[in-house]
């Protein structure tokens, strides 16, 4: 059974720097794309953006060049990195592996992320 | 970026209704599209890939159809563990986007 379990800083400060992990748990980390999606609170789903198993990566143009994911194969993790955030990236973040296929999805459980200052 | 139109944004239903809800995409998607429900503090769960495969473990009251620019998710039969809030997913094209929703409330 796949598991992903992420964690992270809860409150940041507008300018500050969202730095989110998430550690899988079963199954071949390196045979999947990894993604992170986010949710403001009371509000609708954001894809932000993928990794796949070569490494390179997609992002969401809405949030141009202030995010970074990364994956640590050694550590089967990947991390999400938000830079000068402000109150709109408010959310609960969410990793994911997301398949088109008849593959099951896997989700993480979340985590809300505040900015206020 | 396509835009993914779903309808309604909410919607009152009793046990044993049937139910549909639809997405209407900005351009043709093909069938790349999955149907997502999420209750209150969790995380999505799909209930159809491909438009209108079942995923394995979902029951068959979940029926999904359509091809192009317009999709619907039926609920045959409503049961109570069934009052969540859905959403589309286009994969078609990056970036991958969600329907605003719809909230499926009991009447």
């Known amino acids: 059974q796949v598991q992903l379990q992420q964690w992270g800083a809860g409150l940041l400060k507008p300018s500050e720097t969202l730095s989110l992990t998430c550690a899988v748990y079963?199954?071949?980390?390196?045979?999947?794309?990894w993604t992170w999606i986010r949710q403001p609170p009371g509000k609708g789903l954001e894809w932000v953006g993928e990794?796949?198993?070569?490494?390179?990566?997609i992002y969401n143009p809405s949030l141009k060049s202030r995010v970074t994911i990364s994956v640590e194969k050694a550590k089967n993790t990947l991390s999400l990195r938000l830079t000068s955030v402000t109150a709109a990236d408010t959310a609960v973040y969410y990793c994911?592996?997301?398949?088109?296929?008849?593959?099951?999805?896997?989700w993480g459980q979340g985590t809300l992320v505040t900015v206020s200052s | 970026d396509i835009q993914m139109t779903q309808s309604p944004s909410s919607l009152s239903a009793s046990v044993g209704d049937r139910v549909s809800i639809t997405c209407r995409a900005s351009?043709?998607?093909?069938?790349?599209l999955g149907w997502y429900q999420q209750k209150p503090g969790k995380a999505p769960k799909r209930l159809i890939y491909?438009?209108?495969s079942l995923q394995s473990g979902v029951p068959s009251r979940f029926t999904g159809s359509g091809s192009g620019t317009e999709f619907t998710l039926t609920i045959s039969s409503l049961q109570p563990e069934d009052f969540a809030t859905y959403y589309c997913?286009?994969?078609?094209?990056?970036?991958?986007?969600f329907g605003q929703g719809t909230k499926v409330e009991i009447e």
């Open positions: 990794i796949s198993q070569s490494g390179s990566t």
């Open positions: 079963g199954g071949s980390f390196n045979s999947y794309y």
């Open positions: 994911a592996r997301l398949v088109v296929g008849a593959t099951s999805d896997y």
């Open positions: 491909a438009a209108s």
């Open positions: 997913l286009q994969h078609n094209a990056y970036p991958w986007t």
């Open positions: 351009q043709g998607i093909r069938n790349d």
